[in-house]
């Protein structure tokens, strides 16, 4: 059987590194020289290792960051993934995750085709997790849970990890990857993309339960290790049927928003894209090898291997596809804003449920780290009874963009009060309920806006009262405002006003600029908060004191799709974003469109 020895020897490092004190500097070189067969290492592998140490100021956390987004991923001269893709991430809390590619010559053993192993070292101190990941299609997390399901040995997986231990005791071959000796995975043409290897599923969130230590023999070289001193390995999640989805559009929202989320979660697959014009630098088919392309929605909504219909098109065609999908019997999730009339989306939400499939609307920023930390300080009552809420959507861009956008042209379903507006409009929805009336400003603060483009700016105000308030009383006064001229060091995000206290946050979660960065979902970093919000309150002295507060561990967006995945699964109640609210937030937007144009406040009926 043979190696490639770059290989055998990053995984060789990274057993050294489990043991929580390599040096780099004085045990860099040693971690190399240790014993392989002739046959297995082809090469020096000293030679091959020291030239990734640039100089003795490299450290364990930037050993290997800089091949994170290396192009080289494959040997085109012996077919093999290279070093490069074998390559490990460390970041600054010494974190470390570990991606090796195994290719394997198809005849190196009649049950074995292809390998891609995957080590997920995040918690050094502790447990070490070993997948196997599937390299067909898209890599990811799921891929990763797939490649258990092909064990070739057909017991269950306590007897696999019985037969294993039993089979690795005769084996003579090389010590790495022993584990999964019986593995049998499906052949992949394309490991070698950055689709394949680097599969927005990278960082295993969830592991099932399996068995730690399948076989004794996993340490230094040749030689067995205290069990104590082992890593622990543990199967992965089996998923025998994931979930398949189809996508509706390849722009933005489909590249950004949806896709990285859902090749993300282990129950789902990213089986096919409509896109009508693919160009050479925008290709669905190119982005992601091994999927079906569609030219038109029909064709998509008619196959029937398809359980879930993502429409991320212009919302002016919400409705048509959104009603083809759920005629077709497919579960739905649609971009926001839901329709263009609150009648079509009620109209939706009742065919869904006359159908009995799950229809959902992606209100993303229900899982902004800043608002799941203002929904905290809410429900623990530290600002007390509430009575202003802002939520603001501010930039600075006086002049309009060089090249029109579909959104900057007034139709159906356009304008900032569909864009943002239906964003900042759910978020004190989902906070406070639906208000008693609606008072709205929509239009434009660039100048020379010309005929037929849309609304660049809003400001609708919900007023929520009650009887026991009395006809003096204001009530709770929600203002949700999106504008494009706001000359700030930093926008402000959110300003809440309680008994008790005050909360202001600025700028804008990190979330979207970090997806359009390359960053993938549960990545390290990914969703953190850079800027803390400030928490005033009043002591019991009567003294008034700030300080800053940390945002809540982000659930980040992905757990929109991990609720739509429990509801799928028989947990309605996990539906991420009910529909029928969602027809809701669209009546809202319709009354404060309707309150601009009348110049009065309307009630909400």
Not at 473 to 500: D, H, M, N, P, Y
């Amino acid at each position: 059987m043979t190696f490639p020895f770059s290989v055998a020897h990053v995984a060789h490092l990274a057993d050294l590194l489990s043991e929580g004190d390599f040096d780099v500097d004085q045990d860099y070189t040693a971690a190399f020289d240790f014993d392989i067969p002739p046959d297995q290492n082809p090469g020096n592998p000293q030679a091959d290792a020291l030239p990734l140490l640039e100089s003795d100021e490299d450290t364990l956390d930037n050993l290997f960051e800089r091949y994170i987004n290396t192009d080289q991923l494959h040997d085109e001269d012996s077919g093999l993934v290279t070093a490069a893709a074998a390559t490990a991430i460390a970041d600054t809390m010494s974190e470390l995750t570990l991606i090796t590619g195994l290719p394997m010559e198809a005849d190196a053993h009649p049950r074995l085709e292809r390998i891609h192993a995957y080590l997920d070292a995040r918690d050094m101190a502790s447990d070490r997790i070993l997948a196997w990941q599937q390299p067909f299609d898209i890599g990811g997390e799921e891929l990763a849970r797939e490649a258990a399901d092909n064990l070739s040995l057909g017991k269950t997986d306590d007897d696999a990890a019985t037969q294993l231990a039993r089979e690795e005791q005769a084996w003579e071959g090389d010590r790495v990857f022993r584990e999964w000796w019986g593995a049998r995975l499906q052949e992949s043409e394309d490991l070698h993309l950055p689709g394949e290897v680097f599969g927005s599923g990278w960082l295993l969130e969830e592991q099932g339960e399996g068995w730690d230590d399948p076989a004794p023999w996993h340490g230094e070289g040749h030689d067995a290790v205290d069990p104590s001193k082992r890593r622990s390995f543990r199967a992965p999640k089996l998923v025998e049927n994931p979930y398949v989805f189809g996508v509706i559009g390849y722009g933005l929202s489909a590249k950004i928003f949806h896709i990285p989320f859902i090749n993300a979660v282990s129950d789902f697959k990213l089986y096919a894209v409509v896109q009508r014009s693919p160009k050479p630098d925008d290709d669905a088919g190119k982005d992601w090898p091994g999927i079906k392309l569609y030219r038109s929605a029909e064709e998509l909504c008619a196959d029937p291997d398809v359980d879930v219909v993502v429409i991320t098109t212009a919302p002016v065609a919400h409705f048509e596809l959104t009603k083809l999908a759920i005629e077709n019997g497919k579960n739905v999730i649609v971009e926001k804003p839901f329709t263009p009339t609150s009648k079509e989306a009620f109209e939706l939400a009742d065919l869904a449920n006359s159908k009995g499939v799950l229809l959902t609307v992606y209100q993303n920023r229900r899982w902004d780290q800043d608002f799941l930390t203002l929904k905290k300080i809410l429900a623990d009552g530290t600002l007390g009874r509430v009575v202003e809420f802002h939520t603001f959507f501010d930039r600075h861009r006086p002049e309009p963009r060089q090249q029109a956008r579909w959104q900057d042209t007034q139709s159906p379903g356009t304008g900032a009060v569909y864009d943002l507006g239906t964003h900042l409009i759910d978020q004190v929805v989902d906070l406070f309920g639906i208000p008693t009336s609606v008072t709205g400003f929509t239009g434009s603060q660039r100048k020379g806006r010309g005929k037929g483009t849309s609304d660049d700016s809003c400001t609708v105000i919900l007023r929520y009262h009650t009887e026991e308030e009395g006809e003096s009383g204001l009530g709770l006064i929600a203002t949700a405002k999106a504008g494009v001229i706001s000359c700030e060091e930093k926008q402000l995000r959110f300003w809440v006003r309680g008994e008790k206290g005050t909360w202001k946050k600025w700028d804008l979660d990190t979330q979207e600029d970090q997806l359009k960065q390359g960053l993938r979902p549960g990545a390290p970093g990914y969703g953190l908060e850079a800027e803390p919000g400030l928490l005033t309150t009043i002591g019991s002295d009567g003294k008034i004191s700030s300080t800053q507060v940390k945002g809540v561990e982000p659930q980040t967006y992905c757990e929109f799709y991990k609720k739509f995945a429990a509801a799928l699964n028989g947990s309605k109640e996990e539906i991420p974003v009910d529909a029928s609210r969602a027809a809701e937030v669209i009546k809202l937007v319709e009354l404060a469109r309707e309150s601009s144009l009348q110049g009065k406040t309307l009630d909400v009926q």
